[in-house]
Nanobody, 115 residues
Framework: QVQIVESGGGLVQPGGSLTLSCTAS????????MRWYRQAPGKERELVASITDDATSIYYPDSVKGRFTIKRDNPNNKVYLRMESLKPEDTAVYYC????????WGQGTQVTVSS
């Protein structure tokens, strides 16, 4: 069964940090690019980090560059997103998915940045 499970979200103050985790199963994890996305209320889902299968190429949009770090653990089918210097505008539900994406997304993990 193909499955993706995100975890690690929570409430954090502006300037704080969080590390999100994603565990995948049911597909050849090590052969795919993995991506983290986020969706804020009333907004479209946006890409926040991407890492190729061998981790040789990593992409961040300008909105998170220098603050977010994506890493993957191929033997354990996991991908992580370390988020630092968090801002209120980072508040969203965060999802991970392979690329090309699975049609069925995980439940995501809520990140709320607020004082």
């Amino acid at each position: 069964q193909v499955q993706i499970v995100e975890s690690g979200g929570g409430l954090v103050q502006p300037g704080g940090s969080l590390t999100l985790s994603c565990t995948a199963s049911g597909f050849a994890f090590r052969g795919y690019t993995m991506r983290w996305y986020r969706q804020a209320p009333g907004k479209e889902r946006e890409l926040v980090a991407s890492i190729t299968d061998d981790a040789t190429s990593i992409y961040y949009p300008d909105s998170v560059k220098g603050r977010f770090t994506i890493k993957r653990d191929n033997p354990n089918n996991k991908v992580y997103l370390r988020m630092e210097s968090l801002k209120p505008e980072d508040t969203a539900v965060y999802y991970c998915n392979k690329f090309p994406p699975l049609s069925s997304w995980g439940q995501g993990t809520q990140v709320t940045v607020s004082s």
